[in-house]
């Protein structure tokens, strides 16, 4: 089988590899170095996205921006999400063009 660009792949693993991009993009810390390195865990937090302590006893937490908080709870759909929940009509929406009429134009 012969390779292909990624744009030409199928689209499950197209997929695929955005995810496997996801998690290698992700910040685990441990939560003793999470304890000296606070600030550094905000700073990328609030530049990097989503920072992710974790402590064996207790479970994984994650550090996240207040933007990205608000946008999780907030009740307003993004734009993509408002699109698709505009009534939908069967309709044959036609519009008539007006006929212009052209201009003499000398050359």
Not at 22 to 39: G, N
Request: hydrophobic share 35%; with cysteine; proline share 4%.
């Amino acid at each position: 089988m012969g390779k292909f660009s990624r744009s030409q792949a199928p689209a499950w693993e197209r997929e695929l590899h955005l995810k496997l991009k996801d998690m290698t993009l992700k910040t685990i810390w441990k939560y003793q170095e999470a304890e000296r390195q606070l600030e550094k865990i905000i700073r990328s937090a609030l530049s990097e996205g989503p920072q992710y302590v974790t402590q064996q006893e207790i479970g994984t937490v994650v550090i996240i921006s207040v933007r990205e908080y608000e946008h999780l709870v907030s009740d307003e759909p993004d734009f993509v999400e408002f699109l698709l929940s505009c009534p939908k009509t069967d309709i044959n929406f036609e519009t008539e063009r007006q006929r212009d009429f052209s201009r003499n134009i000398e050359l």
